[in-house]
């Protein structure tokens, strides 16, 4: 069975900082790209970021750059959002993502995995 469990969300202060985890299970994602979404309360879904399991940053969305890191650690299969100077904005629920494809990360409608979502609030 096909898993992808985020976790690391919470409740932090503006300027804070966050690392989301994500633990991908029940098949090889060695040739997939691992992407974040977000989706704030009466918003669409929207990219944050993602990479390639070797580490390669594919594309980042604008509203994040220089603020959040995508990693992983392949050993244990997980992919990580490092989230730092947060903003009231940034919150939302976050999902991390599996897609077959090495273009058009940015587009959700490439991914046919999802974990389940964390919620990440940041008070002002």
């Known amino acids: 069975q096909v898993q992808l469990v985020e976790s690391g969300g919470g409740l932090v202060q503006a300027g804070g900082s966050l690392r989301l985890s994500c633990a991908a299970s029940?098949?090889?994602?060695?040739?997939?790209?691992m992407g974040w979404f977000r989706q704030a309360p009466g918003k669409e879904r929207e990219f944050v970021t993602a990479?390639?399991?070797?580490?390669?940053?594919?594309y980042s969305a604008d509203s994040v750059k220089g603020r959040f890191t995508i990693s992983v650690d392949n050993a244990k299969s997980t992919v990580y959002l490092e989230m730092n100077s947060l903003k009231p904005e940034d919150t939302a629920v976050y999902y991390c993502?599996?897609?077959?494809?090495?273009?058009?990360?940015?587009?959700?409608?490439?991914?046919?995995?999802w974990g389940q979502g964390t919620q990440v609030t940041v008070s002002s």
């Open positions: 993502a599996a897609s077959p494809l090495g273009t058009y990360v940015y587009n959700l409608k490439a991914y046919n995995y």
């Open positions: 029940g098949r090889s994602f060695s040739t997939y790209a």
């Open positions: 990479t390639s399991w070797t580490g390669s940053s594919l």
